[in-house]
């Protein structure tokens, strides 16, 4: 009973309590590609120090000089805006000009008031883009900027998508108001989405370590394994860090982002999830198995694709929708993010536009309002 008295005392002897930080931590070393500090504590309240998801705005700090213009081909209106455009880029602000050489020359054909345009002569040029450029304005869709993005395999100077396609989850400026459009963007500020990418790496069976890999490919939608034209079920160990996920038995695995989680991700039975959410989506395509339900993954994650020794066939890489690789008994797939996410400019801000693309592009939750007469709750 004495005991029983005495405790509270004892106590309430402890008023203070030792406060700590929570960093990211990633396989034994801090990570500079992140925020170090995510959550404080103090006096036994734990907050967030910062959220990635934040609305991100762009000031210029000095004027921006050259405009990369590309353009999606074989589209007559495409050919006339983009003329229109870098006339009155030209004219009314004094800006330098990069186009693509197939454009280019569509340019001169036209008119040879368009010499004053620079292009590029080899890939080693192209690799160098990111250095000469300070803004980047796709006419097109969803596909030409992912072409865009495709170009930078490093840093990517913000991107303005303007939509001339069929459907645009990433395109909100109307080609119809380019010049108010234009002139907002080049005075700033302006709403940014930072847009996350895959990086990805092929690790062939005859490697001799993890760190004897084919070319980098960065993608910003997904990378898909597929079983191709094979009859068979494609077998597929997957691996999150250094835990087993599963082994996917069925059509294949999508890795999206989450700017690619309203593509092919999406028709595989996927969630949509907004573009600044960092993380990676894991859905499977026609899983022979009615539990195996799309994850979600943490964006520090590194995660492992490998064909089994004992897989019946190869299977097939694509990396947004392009450059398909097969991989045989042994090789392997490995995804982590890329530390270089592309900027697009918004029309509004990321929550905005993202919400207006799913209503106006998938009529989402589109249904008849329910009438108002009937039986009601007494």
Known sequence: MADMITR??????????????????????????????????????????ERSSKQISLKWESCPQTVLLLTKPNSVSVQILCAEMIRWLRQQKKLHIYVEPRVRVELLTE?????????????????????????????GGDG??????????????????FSLGSLGFMTPFYS??????????????????????LLCHVIREAAKNEYETEEPMLVLNEV????????????????????FVTCVQGDGLILSTTSGSTAYSLAAGGSMVHPQVP???????????????PLIFPEHVTLRVQVPFNSRSPAWASFDGKDRKQLEPGDAL???????????????????????????GLHWNLRKTQSFDGPRET
């Open 8 to 49: 509270p005392q004892t106590i309430s002897l402890l008023t203070k309590i030792a406060s700590f930080k929570l960093s990211w931590f990633c396989k034994g070393e801090q990570s500079d590609q992140h925020k170090h500090d995510i959550v404080s504590f103090e006096r036994g309240n734990i907050t967030t120090a």
């Open 111 to 139: 008119s040879s008031y368009f010499n004053f345009v620079e292009t590029w002569n080899d890939d080693e040029e192209v690799l160098m883009l990111h250095t000469k450029v300070d803004l980047v304005v796709t006419l």
């Open 144 to 161: 030409t900027v992912l072409w865009a993005a495709s170009m930078f395999k490093g840093p990517v100077p913000p991107i303005v998508p």
């Open 176 to 197: 119809e108001h380019y010049k108010e459009c234009l002139e907002s963007i080049l005075k700033g500020p302006i709403s940014i989405t930072l847009r996350h990418r």
């Open 224 to 243: 898909t394994i597929d079983r191709g034209i094979s009859s068979f079920l494609t077998n597929l160990e997957c691996y999150c860090d250094d835990s």
């Open 279 to 293: 993380g990676i989506l894991f859905t499977p395509i026609c899983p022979h198995s009615l539990s195996f339900r």
């Open 334 to 360: 490995v995804c982590s993010m890329a530390p270089w996410p592309v900027p697009t400019a918004c029309l509004v801000d990321s929550t905005n536009d993202f919400l207006r693309s799913i209503h106006e």
